[in-house]
């Protein structure tokens, strides 16, 4: 069993920058592949970014290559997303993810959090 919480989310204005970090509790963080989804209101959960177990491969989704940046620090239990260049179709609820196998399918995490909201204004 493993615990997320996010922390991070606001209120930020186009082009500008925020950095959502997640911690874990529970069973050894370090043998979970990290990812980060994201929901706006009336779409599905959508793949944003996720992160190999020790960190040595990522993947992001097209809309956010570039401008986000997954990482983890696995003596914290902690995964980050820092998101540059803020725009304000990347606003929504972004929820941290656990799975033992998996990358970019939502339905292959196990464990989710409770969400952040994260809301860029034009």
């Known amino acids: 069993q493993v615990q997320l919480v996010e922390s991070g989310g606001g209120l930020v204005q186009a082009g500008g920058s925020l950095r959502l970090s997640c911690a874990a509790s529970?069973?050894?963080?370090?043998?979970?592949?990290m990812g980060w989804f994201r929901q706006a209101p009336g779409k599905e959960r959508e793949f944003v970014a996720a992160?190999?177990?020790?960190?040595?491969?990522?993947y992001y989704a097209d809309s956010v290559k570039g401008r986000f940046t997954i990482s983890r620090d696995n003596a914290k239990n902690t995964v980050y997303l820092q998101m540059n260049s803020l725009k304000p179709e990347d606003s929504a609820v972004y929820y941290c993810?656990?799975?033992?196998?998996?990358?970019?399918?939502?339905?292959?995490?196990?464990?989710w959090g409770q969400g952040t909201q994260v809301t860029v204004s034009s």
């Open positions: 993810a656990a799975a033992s196998y998996g990358t970019t399918t939502r339905a292959e995490y196990e464990y």
């Open positions: 529970g069973r050894a963080f370090s043998t979970y592949v």
């Open positions: 992160i190999s177990r020790i960190g040595g491969s990522t």
